[in-house]
């Protein structure tokens, strides 16, 4: 019931530097914190005060509030477990979308959305948002995507065609584990100049490339291996099987496709992605799936063979072969 204010804290926490403040002064004050942030005291010491409560932050005797050690890696903006770009994203996007749940439950969503732009669209609408959402994108997946990438035994792959790759976190996380693999991202063109930053900040030069296309319109590169990270779960089953046609087209003999999303386990959960599933709901035009929802789609697209690798993370693998 209260989710709606703890995701508000954190991300007001993080927007102020309250949280940064911490990460380098170590234990303070509410007062001390809003002194050396110019914020309102009063204001500072509720926020803390709920944090607390939330165990995101701990207080002691003296009123002095500190990070536990196991999660300033998620709220320290030098580190790559970082969140904010993510909290930020919820706090600011998908609140003012959550509003249309109450329109889909009366009208249903084709009819509510019959007007609307595509949901790229939106979110790829200026520089700005873009930025935004690929900051985000990068937060929630590229740590993951070390696990994942060592889940997929890409020793023998040469040539990598990341779908809507958009950044580059499992690109990058790929390329750095496979010394003699190429990765090529295919995304839209408003992608591209974020993932030539990509490549110079991570020294990838030759290995990190980029192909603009739209991957509804256009057929996908060539590759020995294609993948799917967080793109399936933005589209209709029907979509689904269509993308995966594509890149069983495009995928050369005894090659593979890499499926990568939250999963549902057989209960129902977990809870984050129960809350994607009705994120998707709104944000997108997707939902998500089980493991065998997946491998039944990846069947209809031809492949075979499929499989299923879970990391400890909540993102996991699911794996078809092209024979």
Partial sequence: MFGLFSTHALHLADKHGIFAHLV?????????????????????????????????????????????????????????????????????????????????????????????????DVIYRDEQSTADFLAAMWQISFEPSKELAALAGLGPVRHLIDVGGAGGPFAVAALQQYDD?????????????????????????????FAAGDFFKDPLPAADCLSFGYILSDWEDEVCVDLLRKARAACEPGGRVLVMERLFDESGGPLPTAVMNLSMHVETRGRHRSATTYTELLEKAGFTNCSTHWSSWDKHLVMGWAE
């Fill in 181 to 209: 693999l190429a990765v090529t991202v295919f995304d839209l063109p408003e992608v591209e100049p974020h993932l030539a930053r990509t490549r110079e900040a991570h020294g990838l030069g030759g290995r990190l490339h």
């Fill in 24 to 120: 380098a002064s170590g234990p303070s004050t509410a007062l001390q914190i809003a002194e050396s942030r110019g914020i309102d005291p009063e204001t500072t010491e509720r926020l803390l005060i709920l944090l607390a409560a939330l165990s995101v932050v701990e207080r002691d005797s003296d009123g002095n509030y500190r990070i536990p050690p196991e999660l300033t890696p998620r709220l320290d903006s030098a580190n790559p477990r970082y969140i904010g770009a993510f909290v930020h994203h919820l706090a600011t996007s998908t609140i003012d979308q959550i509003s249309k749940l109450d329109a889909y439950l009366i009208h249903g969503k084709e009819a509510v959305d019959a007007e609307l732009p595509s949901p790229f």
